[in-house]
């Protein structure tokens, strides 16, 4: 990563940022001359040249755009290579990720944080762009890929995952009280892993604090997980009431609650309960899928690999093959009843993996065209991030789309993914240059 960077800063000294985030001025204009442009919404591309000022798409011409000769437009040829936007993953544990779970509990937090920036400046590399945390103490790594300090993608932050006592955000063990019975915070609390809140009023205090700290969408466990250690797959979590309440609070705040939930009851009670977003759902049924259809109600999918973690029990690895083989029903029940469908990857505590993540875009080729894919990946996940209103951190421009005004994050692919989506797999090689925010952030056209 460091000889990586050296070598951005090397070749591009006006526009590379620094690892250490210094005042390097940003590029005044960057034209991308020669690009096939998939828009990240229409199936057919056109050729042409797309301006960048600052970090706004400014202009986006079949025709030469003039240059200003100054000096300040920095000119890349694209060599009639694919621009798309830059890649969203809608699922993620930014700072989970980085680590294992022993590594997390055991371990010296600073490490972990540390790990969890490197690992920032991977999932950039990876193409994406923009990144929704699902559940981590992902505020501060937030704050300092924002200011420049490290490379990273943007991040829209549930901050700690809301989870009732005995749910899939409890990360204590068995012998170890809730704080509501006189045990004390564990160490996953304490550093905003989880929340772990039962009861209304509780539910309240824990959405208003991670709303006060910077959530742009509440996270809630309504249901049973593969991860999780006590929860068997099939419970359901929270009343109905207590979900309402973080409804409430984040209705409030102009933005919504999403929830872990992968059965019918769970999924249900959260609908009835005003949830605007359900996590994973491999196991619905084909009502509450209808359900979810007519209500609008988003279904933020995975297509995950069905063998479990190493560190994983034998009951843990079962309900991860259940929940993968899962999807194939469910996916084909939400394109039937048209549900508002987002992607994600969700891997964490399983650092291996990581690298895999663009192996997962390739893998929704089992159940959409090449097209649907990139625009899922793109557009589609955008309009999930706009869910999130006032609250969402960055709304200077449109995401997830090239057009006049939109953020400048883009991906120049070397291959047609149109036609085989496979090439998104080998991101090292396929992804020539990157561009987040107007900066260039790779950049291996030859
Ligand atoms: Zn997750």
Not at 4 to 17: G, M, N, Q, T
Not at 345 to 356: G, L, M, R, S, Y
Not at 380 to 391: E, H, M, P, V, Y
Request: glycine fraction near 10%; proline fraction near 4%.
């Amino acid at each position: 990563m460091k000889n990586f960077l050296c070598l951005v800063l090397s070749l591009f000294p006006l526009w590379a940022f620094s690892q250490a985030g210094s005042d390097i001025a940003p590029v005044k204009s960057l034209l991308i001359n020669n690009v096939q442009i998939f828009n990240g919404k229409d199936e057919k591309t056109i050729t042409g040249n797309v301006l960048v000022v600052n970090n706004l798409i400014s202009k986006i011409s079949t025709a030469p755009i003039p240059v200003n000769r100054s000096g300040e437009t920095i000119v890349i040829d694209g060599k009639g290579k694919f621009l798309m936007p830059g890649l969203i993953d809608a699922h993620m544990h930014m700072v989970l990720a980085g680590s294992t779970l022993s590594q997390m509990q055991n371990g010296e937090v600073g490490a972990a944080f540390i790990r969890a920036g490197e690992e920032a400046g991977n999932v950039l590399q990876r193409g994406f762009t923009s990144v929704r945390d699902l559940g981590g103490p992902s505020f501060g790594l937030k704050q300092t890929i924002d200011a420049g300090v490290i490379p990273g993608p943007r991040i829209w932050p549930s901050g700690p995952m809301i989870s009732q006592t005995s749910g899939h955000g409890d990360f204590r063990n068995i012998n170890q009280r809730p704080v509501s019975l006189g045990g004390c915070l564990d160490h996953s609390e304490q550093i905003d892993a989880a929340l772990i809140a039962d009861g209304r009023d509780a539910v309240l205090v824990a959405a208003r604090e991670t709303l006060k700290r910077g959530a742009s969408q509440i996270k809630l466990c309504a249901g049973g997980g593969v991860s999780s250690v006590f929860d068997p797959i099939d419970v359901s979590q929270y009343s109905e009431d207590e979900i309402r309440a973080a409804v409430e609070a984040a209705a409030d705040w102009g933005t919504y609650v999403t929830v872990h939930a992968f059965t019918p009851r769970a999924v249900n009670k959260a609908i009835a309960a005003g949830v605007q977003c359900i996590e994973h759902g491999q196991l619905l049924d084909e009502a509450t899928m209808k359900l979810m259809g007519e209500k609008g109600v988003w279904l933020s999918i995975q297509a995950l690999d069905s063998e479990g973690r190493e560190d994983f029990t034998a009951e843990q690895k079962q309900k991860k093959a259940d929940v993968a083989n899962g999807a194939d029903a469910v996916i084909k029940l939400a394109k039937k009843y048209g549900v508002k469908m987002a992607w994600g990857t969700d891997v964490f505590f399983n650092p291996a993996i990581n690298k895999n993540q663009n192996t997962y875009i390739a893998k929704m080729g089992n159940w959409f065209t090449p097209y649907e894919v990139l625009k899922l990946i793109t557009s589609d996940n955008a309009r999930l991030l706009a869910l999130s209103g006032n609250r969402s951190p960055y709304r200077e421009g449109a995401l997830g789309v090239i057009e006049v005004g939109a953020y400048a994050d883009l991906l120049l692919v070397d291959g047609n993914p149109l036609s085989d989506i496979n090439v998104m797999v080998d991101y090292d090689k396929n992804f020539v240059l990157i561009i987040k925010d107007g900066k260039v952030c790779k950049n291996t056209i030859r």
